[in-house]
């Protein structure tokens, strides 16, 4: 599966109507990115939607960041899996994780208890699954989302590696010495083309309201050494761990820091002031810029 070194994550194509996201997603092709992540959470079905963004491009990678195993039992999951893998062979990489308290208790109305376990029940569940249909021509990917040093080992030893989100880099170097040497390591960075600090650092928090306040995160933040008062302030120093801002040089360093801490793939979540348009002249200066890394 030809992920290529940098890829986009994006949630902008679910807030379009499909067809404009399918006449995006081509162009964001021709840019040539060679992979896009899409979330689930409150969006579209994430089968339904990359196997409609998949038919709308000829060679690119769309992947699920993440596909929550709450939303669905392990069957469905493993069906799903297969059957958009063979229709679309090697173009799909199928991202799993446990999501949040939050959205597991308040959204599904499930149970969120014990993820590592619930985690390795549900692997074991997936690959017992049962498919009648035609079976995929190539073997069928997937990562899972995963933060803390249990679930990274389980991520290289049950599927392809590990997704990380909402991460610093020194996560990154943390993720490499965890998993070791063979397993994939594909980290989001979150990035905004603005050179002014108050400007790009506002931009920044508006991204990061949610997700510090997921203790999953907030927990991830502590173990590389942020006190929770700065995580919960969104002070610069968070910030600028996470959102990486300023010239278009100063954006690709960072990403470039990722591939030095150990990154197989860093996908690039551009953000701006205007939430839900397609962010089209920053994808293609970010293509332009990181085409020899």
């Keep these: 599966m030809k992920l290529g070194r940098v890829g986009l994550w994006s949630a902008d194509f679910d807030l379009q109507p499909m067809k404009k996201a399918q006449e995006a997603i081509a162009q964001v092709e021709e840019m040539g990115f060679g992979t896009v992540w899409v979330p ?5 079905e994430p089968f339904a939607s990359t196997s409609l963004l998949l038919s709308a491009t000829k060679n690119m990678v769309l992947a699920t960041g993440i596909a929550s195993l709450h939303a669905r039992t392990a069957q469905t999951m493993q069906a799903g899996w297969k059957t958009v893998t063979e229709a679309f062979p090697d173009r799909f990489l199928l991202g799993i994780g446990v999501s949040h308290a939050p959205m597991v208790d308040g959204v599904h109305k499930g149970n969120y208890d014990k ?3 619930t985690m390795v029940s549900y692997l074991d569940a997936m690959d017992s699954g049962i498919f009648f249909s035609p079976a995929p ?20 030893e049950r599927g392809l590696g590990a997704h990380p989100y909402f991460v610093p880099v020194e996560h990154t170097a943390f993720a490499r010495k965890t998993m070791g040497a063979g397993a994939v390591l594909a980290p989001e960075q979150a990035v905004v083309f603005e050179t002014d600090p108050d400007k790009a650092r506002a931009i920044a928090r508006t991204h990061m309201n949610t997700y510090t306040r997921l203790p999953n995160y907030v927990n991830n933040l502590l173990r590389f050494g942020f006190t929770a008062d700065e995580i919960v302030k969104q002070e610069d120093r968070v910030v600028d761990a996470i959102v990486a801002w300023g010239s278009t040089e100063n954006i690709v360093a960072r990403i470039k820091s990722h591939f030095d801490a150990g990154a197989d793939h860093v996908c690039v979540q551009v953000l701006t002031a205007n939430t839900g348009t397609l962010p089209m002249k920053e994808w293609q200066e970010l293509a332009d810029a990181t085409r020899s890394l």
């Design 40 to 44: 689930e959470a409150v969006l579209r």
């Design 115 to 117: 993820p590592y376990s």
């Design 137 to 156: 021509s190539t073997a069928p990917q997937r990562v899972l989302a995963a933060l803390g040093p249990k679930m990274l080992k389980l991520a290289a």
